[in-house]
């Protein structure tokens, strides 16, 4: 059983991010034939808040303090609230292609985040990393502002999906000691809960406007794909590949994700990739691969601590 948990983490990771991946093209196509990106960032915080307490009857419970009930409110709303609504609206305006590719700039958000608040150290490689994610990220931003097309991209899009891979960076730096807390359905339907009640009081009143008989069949199946397997499904898998891979070796399947959205993009005729966004691809990729492998300050403290019995002897 040992040997096949590596050969699952890793699996369960290729799945999760190629579900993300999907979600993307699918997620478009939903937000342009009848519903719009406060009603499908809706549908994924309540929807997920629902799947994930329900869930929780069946696993073992765990005790949350207060103190820390109140926490899962910041969280979900960095987490959650600001990450899902900057990316979902952002999705609906911009190119599938180009809002995938600005998911893979989350590690270098969390690197600058963890330099300022967790006071990481900036490496050589980091700081290069940085400069090259940046300059892709830029790239992007200036192709959507010369052409402003939901197939090519749109700047305001891609902005809003910066934001949300900011957010979540914040709410990896701010929130990480209360996540390693729990697990992962505790952590998740205390989110989920908190964000509905920050999100529905503003949405409520324009979900309920939706007439269901004007919106195609098409549209619901791919919400219901972004609710079940975008987000709940591919939640639980992220946390089997977590426990037994390296944090490093997780952050490497985020290139997954703009590979599948580019692929069904460019065969469904929902985007359109040019040689900029080509170079911002290689650009960013690199950028966050030099930031993943860049030493930690933990890396470099077991390093010193390692050296020091050598030198003793």
């Not at 799947?51 to 005790?63: A, C, G, H, I």
């Not at 900036?122 to 400069?131: N, R, Y």
């Not at 998740?188 to 979900?207: D, E, K, Q, Y």
């Not at 929902?270 to 900029?276: A, C, I, P, T, Y």
């Amino acid at each position: 059983m040992d040997n096949k948990r590596p050969l699952l983490a890793h699996l369960s990771m290729f799945m999760a991010c190629a579900f993300w991946g999907l979600m993307a093209p699918l997620g478009k196509d939903a937000m342009t034939h009848g519903i719009d990106g406060l009603h499908m960032v809706t549908f994924r915080v309540v929807g997920g808040c629902l799947l994930f307490w329900l869930t929780s009857l069946f696993v073992k419970k765990e005790r949350v303090p207060v103190r820390d009930r109140l926490l899962f409110a910041g969280a979900g709303l960095f987490g959650l609230v600001t990450n899902q609504c900057c990316y979902t609206i952002g999705l609906s305006i911009t190119s599938p292609i180009n809002a995938s590719i600005v998911t893979t700039s989350m590690p270098i958000f969390a690197m600058i985040l963890a330099a300022l608040i967790l006071h990481e150290p900036i490496t050589g490689k980091k700081a290069l990393g940085v400069l090259m994610g940046c300059s892709g990220a830029l790239i992007l931003i200036l192709t959507s502002a010369a052409h402003a097309s939901d197939r090519v991209g749109d700047i305001r899009g891609d902005l809003l999906c910066l934001g949300a891979q900011f957010s979540f960076a914040l709410y990896l730096s701010l929130f990480q000691p209360l996540i390693r807390r729990y697990t992962v359905f505790t952590v998740n339907r205390w989110m989920f809960l908190w964000a509905s009640v920050m999100i529905l009081p503003f949405t409520a009143g324009h979900v309920f406007a939706i007439d269901p008989k004007t919106v195609p069949a098409q549209t619901w199946a791919e919400a219901f794909y972004v609710v079940f397997f975008g987000t709940y499904v591919a939640y639980i898998l992220t946390m089997i590949g977590q426990r037994t891979l390296r944090p490093t070796v997780v952050s490497v399947y985020n290139y997954v994700q703009p590979l599948v959205a580019v692929t069904v993009s460019l065969l469904t005729g929902m985007g359109v990739l040019k040689w900029s966004q080509g170079l911002a691809v290689v650009l960013v990729f690199s950028g966050v691969w030099l930031v993943t492998k860049s030493r930690s300050r933990r890396d470099i403290d077991e390093a010193r601590s390692q050296q020091e019995p050598e030198r003793e002897g």
